[in-house]
């Protein structure tokens, strides 16, 4: 700027505009991936809790099975079979229960449709709000007051 080489000045601001943008695509991009990490995680740990649920409940369907065979002795001396309703209710309504992964996939899914992030950039390039990136006239404005 110093040389009046304001050609110049306009490419180097503008390589430095480029710069600028890139590392905000990357933190932006870094930021999306941590997040997207901690959703893994999540996804895991629910997953893990699922597993130790079904291990459980294994572990109960066997018991409640032994429990109907020994009931199934008694009832046809006694008569009647309520625990074997009962048990059957009981694995039906632990089968029916929603699955933890299918709800967020679809919880993703509507965070996904619903973000409008590019918004703010398309009203600052209209002149409403501050610029969310770098541009060359922004660069060659503040190199202009430093140098003053």
Same mark, same amino acid.
């Given at each position: 700027?110093?040389?009046?080489?304001?050609?110049?000045?306009?490419?180097?601001?503008?390589?430095?505009?480029?710069?600028?943008?890139?590392?905000?695509?990357?933190?932006?991009?870094?930021?999306?991936?941590?997040?997207?990490?901690?959703?893994?995680r999540q996804s895991v740990e629910t997953a893990h809790r699922r597993i130790i649920d079904l291990?459980?409940?294994?572990?109960?369907?066997?018991?409640?099975?032994?429990?109907?065979?020994?009931?199934?002795?008694?009832? @046809?001396?006694? =008569?009647? !079979?309520? $625990? *074997? /309703?009962?048990? &059957?209710? #009981?694995?039906? @309504?632990?089968? =029916?229960? !929603?699955? $933890? *992964? /299918?709800?967020? &996939?679809? #919880?993703?899914?509507?965070?996904? =449709?619903?973000?409008?992030?590019?918004?703010?950039?398309?009203?600052?390039?209209?002149?409403?709000?501050?610029?969310?990136?770098?541009?060359?006239?922004?660069?060659?404005?503040?190199?202009?007051?430093?140098?003053?």
């Amino acid at each position: 700027m110093t040389g009046e080489r304001e050609d110049l000045a306009k490419q180097a601001a503008q390589a430095i505009a480029d710069l600028e943008n890139e590392l905000s695509g990357r933190q932006q991009t870094q930021a999306r991936l941590e997040a997207r990490i901690l959703q893994l995680r999540q996804s895991v740990e629910t997953a893990h809790r699922r597993i130790i649920d079904l291990k459980q409940g294994a572990v109960s369907a066997r018991a409640i099975c032994k429990e109907q065979g020994i009931q199934r002795s008694v009832n @046809r001396h006694l =008569g009647g !079979d309520s $625990p *074997f /309703e009962e048990a &059957e209710t #009981l694995i039906s @309504r632990v089968m =029916g229960e !929603d699955d $933890p *992964f /299918e709800q967020g &996939e679809i #919880l993703r899914e509507i965070d996904c =449709g619903l973000n409008h992030g590019d918004v703010a950039g398309r009203m600052a390039d209209a002149g409403f709000g501050v610029a969310s990136k770098a541009t060359a006239s922004s660069v060659l404005d503040r190199l202009r007051t430093q140098a003053k």
